[in-house]
């Protein structure tokens, strides 16, 4: 099983839609969790990130992780056509350095 | 707001040639890395640099590679033998704690890594 598995999409939606991104994740260990977004031929850029379980709220971004269920979710409210991106999740554990990235999941906000 | 630079943007290389790839991290960071994305695959691991030392490295890096910090501004990565399969974008990229946890990773805008 891999450890982090993301739905690549693509996903598409029209302006103002509420878009919900999801990843799982098989490391019971992963505590740090993280949201990228990605253009196209740039670096991942930071989101959002959470320790722990819980909601984290930034303007139209909402984080949400469930430990128990090994699930991370992002929530746009209020999309936009500049948030047409690829969104990477990443997490890690308490004792490692690595990031481990899901595949990303392609968005396309229409007008 | 401060980034990483990375250079060059694309690098066309022959097999078997050596490649040294260029990075400046943010300047206060302490943690450096470097990972790659292979088209359409998800962004992977290569190996961390803290300390003046390696801290962690995947099982991707392997003899082949290795990095340095020549002068406290410039982070490498250098593969020695390119093969077929090194062709990917590499990202560096930096963080003031480990993981980027207090602030997040910055990542450079990568190299595109073309071996023929």
């Known amino acids: 099983q891999k450890e982090v598995e993301q739905d690549p999409g693509p996903l598409s939606v029209p302006e103002g839609a509420i878009v919900s991104l999801n990843c799982t994740y098989s490391?019971?260990?992963?505590?740090?969790f993280m949201w990228y977004r990605q253009y196209s031929r740039k670096g991942p850029e930071l989101l959002m990130y959470?320790?722990?379980?819980g909601n984290k709220e930034d303007g139209r971004f909402t984080a949400q992780v469930d430990k128990s269920s090994k699930y991370i979710s992002l929530f746009i409210r209020d999309s936009q056509p500049s948030d047409s991106a690829t969104y990477l999740c990443a997490m890690n554990s308490n004792s490692g350095y690595a990031l481990n990235f899901g595949k990303g999941t392609s968005l396309l906000v229409t007008p | 707001e401060p980034e990483v630079t990375q250079t060059p943007s694309h690098q066309v290389t022959q097999m078997g040639q050596e490649v040294i790839l260029r990075c400046v991290p943010i300047?206060?960071?302490?943690?450096f890395y470097w990972y790659r994305q292979i088209l359409g695959q998800k962004v992977e691991f290569l190996v961390s640099?803290?300390?003046?030392?390696?801290?962690?490295k995947s099982e991707i890096f392997d003899d082949q590679f290795s990095v340095e910090r020549p002068d406290g501004s410039n982070f490498t990565l250098k593969i020695r033998s390119t093969k077929l399969e090194d062709s990917a974008m590499y990202f560096c990229a930096s963080s003031l704690d480990r993981v980027g946890v207090a602030y997040g990773y910055t990542f450079g805008s990568g190299t595109r890594l073309t071996v023929v």
């Open positions: 640099f803290y300390n003046n030392e390696i801290s962690e």
């Open positions: 959470t320790y722990s379980s």
């Open positions: 490391n019971s260990a992963f505590q740090y």
């Open positions: 300047s206060n960071h302490l943690y």
